[in-house]
């Protein structure tokens, strides 16, 4: 059974900090994604990630993609508060594509 | 209207009632979900449809009763719920779960919150 996990699950941090979310998967795969939620809303694709050394970038977010180590990673540059959200990671494997999400990272950027 | 919508964003029924979910995308996809997500609980995938077709039912109560009658809707149908059901409903498409190498990215709609009295 295909596990993520991801941490922190809590993130408090400051205004122009730089920080990074990791999330780690049990089972081999090269499909990886996150996305963004905002308090009571719904979730928002943020990367696709789909090869091993994969890394895209928008804005202050830049994720990336080590498959052999089963690992993403979700860097924040800078902070500023409208960052503020649950980010959550996701695995699909291919020919059985059901996501598999893990539990999300609730960011708090603090002035 | 473009993307994933989802009528109505907010219900609250009685444990007695029957209501729908309706969920719409137009995004020309062929996969439609159900998730559930509750407050501290991870995203929970309900149903999966591809091509019209149910093919994933995760081990959900028989009170969700989903229905597709073509690749841009999707329904869930709700009777005798319990309030430990009452959570934020999400429908998301993607374009096919048939081995599609470029990824599966799932688009997810607004939600419903359903309170359960």
């Known amino acids: 059974e295909l596990k993520v996990e991801q941490n922190p699950l809590f993130l408090s941090m400051q205004e122009g900090k730089n920080y990074t979310i990791y999330c780690n998967y049990s089972?081999?795969?090269?499909?990886l994604y996150w996305y963004r939620q905002d308090p009571g809303k719904s979730l928002e694709s943020l990367f696709v990630?789909?090869?091993?050394?994969a890394v895209k970038q928008e804005g202050r977010l830049m994720a990336s993609l080590d498959t052999k180590a089963r690992l993403s990673t979700l860097h924040i540059t800078a902070a500023v508060h409208d960052l503020s959200a649950t980010y959550f990671c996701?695995?699909?494997?291919?020919?059985?594509?059901?996501?598999?999400f893990g539990t999300g990272t609730r960011l708090t950027i603090i002035p | 209207e473009t993307g994933v919508t989802q009528t109505p964003r907010h219900l609250v029924m009685g444990m007695t009632n029957k209501k729908s979910l309706k969920c719409e995308q137009h995004l020309g996809h062929n996969a439609m979900y159900w998730y559930k997500q509750s407050a501290k609980k991870p995203l929970e995938l309900m149903f999966v449809y591809n091509f019209k077709e149910q093919t994933e039912n995760n081990s959900v109560p028989s009170r969700f009763s989903p229905e597709c009658p073509n690749s841009s809707h999707l329904f869930l149908h709700l009777h005798t719920l319990q309030p430990e059901d009452s959570a934020l409903y999400l429908c998301?498409?993607?374009?096919?779960?048939?081995?599609?190498?470029?990824?599966?990215?799932?688009?997810f709609g607004p939600g419903t919150r359903l309170t359960v009295l």
């Open positions: 990630l789909l090869s091993n050394g």
């Open positions: 089972t081999t795969s090269d499909r």
């Open positions: 998301a498409s993607s374009p096919s779960r048939q081995g599609n190498r470029g990824g599966n990215e799932q688009f």
């Open positions: 996701a695995v699909d494997i291919f020919g059985n594509e059901k996501l598999t």
